[in-house]
Structures are given as structure tokens and as C-alpha cells.
């Protein structure tokens, strides 16, 4: 497949340029989920308009989700280790494309279009950018980061006290104000990922990025199709 990359230089006054991040589009180190973890549900919300901007994201053309192989590799442990616990992985979203970043923060940018207030309720829309809720650079791209939560074998979801993409403190891993069953099911999860070697994320309990990824500052912009 042929490899198409555009690498930004740093230039510092008096020495030679420093190579930072490489924008890709070459997919061949990526899989889908499906093709190793069978038993895994999903609900794409960037594929719909269901997601904190009201409309379906650039880049997202069909509902399907990658990651990189290694990164999957690492997954496919989690789901056995849950699977044995008598759950299944529930995906909302992996790799994302650049172009989608992008999307999110020319939506951020346009006053005039709120979205889904309901993801966040407490918060003005401008406070995403600024709080670091929404990055211009999304580990998502990078192809090695998850957003997913678990759910029972029989299809029933599991309560864990809060919703995808809700911007807001009751989505951080540690948040006090949940029932004693709300917290365990977060346990569950964070640590059968943790023991498959992700890192988990402070302000998302879904969000969690392989500790070792294969991609630490390479950028990808292929869709997801």
C-alpha cells in the first residue's frame, strides 16, 4: 500500500530543524476490533449525530472500529479477562480520524451552534477546548486508545453511574458520589484494562490508551470506512 506522510518540523533559532509529529494516512498496521474480539457490541456515536455535537463527524463513513494491531492485541486480553468474569466489551469509538479532531474543534469554534447540551450541561461549549475535555491532538488518532465500557453476556448493560462523553466530574474515574455497585463495575473495567497494559484517563472512565503504543507521535487520517 503505498504510504503517504507529512511530518511537521520545529525550527529553533541556531540549530538544525526537530522532527515532531508525522501525519499518515497507511492503514496497514491496523485491524478491526472485530476481527479478533467476536463477541464485542458497539454504538459508533461519531458514525450518528448522537454525540455532544449533534451531527454525524468527517471521517466516520461507516460504523465499523480499529485499532492498531498491537493495541488490539493488548484488548483481546482485557475481553478474556472480563469474559471469564461473565462480561463483554461494549465500543463506543478507537481510532479516530485527524480530520474528525478537526471537526470537533471547528464545532467548538462556531458560537452559534450549541450541539447536545445534555453532554454537557454545566459547562459553556468553549470550556471543552479550554478545560482539555477536546484536543486538538487526540491520542484516538494515534490508533492505540478505546472508548468502551462493559456489558453483561446476555446484551444488558452494566451501571456505571454515567453516560459516554459527558463532560463533567461525574465522568472521572474516581468521582465519590455513586452507589458502592456503580464504583465496582468502574473497577472491573479500569482494572482488567490496566492488567492488558493500558494507561487509563483521569477525567473519562471509558478512556483508555495502550501504555506502550506503537504510534506515540504519529497521527493518522484515514477514514473509517
Known amino acids: 500500500m503505498k504510504r503517504i506522510l507529512l511530518t511537521i518540523m520545529l525550527f529553533v533559532a541556531g540549530s538544525a530543524p526537530v522532527w515532531a509529529e508525522t501525519i499518515s494516512y497507511d492503514k496497514t498496521d491496523f485491524a478491526e476490533i472485530g476481527s479478533v474480539i467476536d463477541d464485542a457490541a458497539y454504538d459508533i456515536r461519531y458514525y450518528s449525530a448522537n454525540n455532544f455535537t449533534g451531527n454525524k463527524i468527517q471521517g466516520y463513513k461507516a460504523p465499523r472500529a480499529y485499532m492498531t494491531k498491537k493495541a488490539l492485541a493488548a484488548l483481546a486480553q482485557a475481553a478474556q479477562d472480563l469474559r471469564n468474569q461473565g462480561y463483554r466489551l461494549f465500543i463506543w469509538d478507537s481510532y479516530r480520524p485527524q480530520k474528525a479532531v478537526d471537526n470537533f474543534v471547528a464545532w467548538i469554534n462556531n458560537p452559534e451552534d450549541i450541539g447536545d447540551k445534555s453532554f454537557y450541561p454545566d459547562l459553556q461549549k468553549s470550556d471543552l477546548l479550554a ?85 506515540q507521535d504519529t497521527y493518522f487520517d484515514f477514514d473509517v470506512e
Open 131 to 215: 478545560g482539555m475535555y477536546i484536543m486538538e491532538k487526540s491520542g484516538h488518532t494515534r490508533g492505540s486508545t478505546v472508548d468502551l465500557t462493559i456489558i453483561k453476556k446476555d446484551g444488558s448493560f452494566v451501571d456505571m453511574g454515567g453516560t459516554f462523553d459527558l463532560f463533567s466530574e461525574i465522568s472521572h474515574p474516581d468521582y465519590q458520589n455513586l452507589t458502592d455497585e456503580q464504583k465496582n463495575n468502574r473497577k472491573i473495567l479500569r482494572d482488567a484494562m490496566i492488567k492488558a497494559g493500558f494507561n487509563p484517563l483521569d477525567s473519562e472512565w471509558w478512556h483508555f490508551t495502550l501504555k506502550d503504543e506503537p504510534y
